[in-house]
Nanobody
């Protein structure tokens, strides 16, 4: 059974840091790119960051460059992908989703999705 389970979301103040985690199991996810997307209320889902299967390539949305860092751990049975978020802003408020698929900044490139974790940065 394929499972992508996010954790680590919460309510934080502007300027704080938060680390999201996603556990991917049920496939050989070490062969997949793993990405993070987010969706704010009333807005479309948008790309945040992605890391390729070989850990050698990463890509970030302009809005998070220099503040967010994506990393992964290709363990044997469960692959983990992390999103370290620093200097959080009000506009980072969204539900954050991890996804597995091809190395892309488009949601259509990803086949498997988690249920999401809420990140709230109040104004």
């Amino acid at each position: 059974q394929v499972r992508l389970v996010e954790s680590g979301g919460g309510l934080v103040q502007a300027g704080d840091s938060l680390r999201l985690s996603c556990a991917a199991s049920g496939r050989t996810f070490s062969n997949y790119a793993l990405g993070w997307f987010r969706q704010a209320p009333g807005k479309e889902r948008e790309f945040v960051a992605t890391i390729n299967w070989d850990l050698n390539s990463t890509n970030y949305a302009d809005s998070v460059k220099g503040r967010f860092t994506v990393s992964r751990d290709n363990a044997k049975n469960t692959v983990w992908v992390y999103l370290q978020m620093n200097s959080l802003k009000v506009e980072d408020t969204a539900v954050y989703y991890c996804a597995a698929g091809t190395y892309s900044d488009h949601a259509g490139g990803y086949k498997y999705w988690g249920q999401g974790t809420q990140v709230t940065v109040p104004s």
